[in-house]
């Protein structure tokens, strides 16, 4: 399986897309990695009618727009929470904001 941090590229059986932009520097082949598949979470909370989705590890703006698309029509109304937990994402706090 070959991981890939663009976004662009569509998942499937031999590739998946990840949102962290440094994995090809943070890994080697042969590294476990674990993915979580937040968009099962993503569709409980809608279901659910949770409040607010606190979203892990934001490092820019742009993360918070993809948990939006995906939370779609039905979630408009949840907020999110962006947990900032890096230094690249106190860098980009305003973007972020």
Excluded: C
Aim: hydrophobic share 45%; no cysteine.
């Amino acid at each position: 399986v070959r991981v890939t941090p663009d976004y662009t590229v569509e998942g499937n059986a031999e590739v998946i897309s990840v949102s962290y932009s440094d994995i090809v520097n943070s890994v080697v082949p042969g590294n476990r990695i674990l993915i979580a598949d937040g968009t099962l979470m993503l569709q409980w909370g809608i279901d659910n009618g949770v409040d607010f989705i606190a979203v892990s590890f934001v490092r820019h703006g742009a993360d918070l727009d993809i948990v939006r698309e995906a939370l779609g029509e039905h979630g408009k109304s949840i907020k999110l929470i962006a947990k900032i937990e890096n230094q690249e994402g106190l860098g980009n706090v305003d973007d972020i904001i």
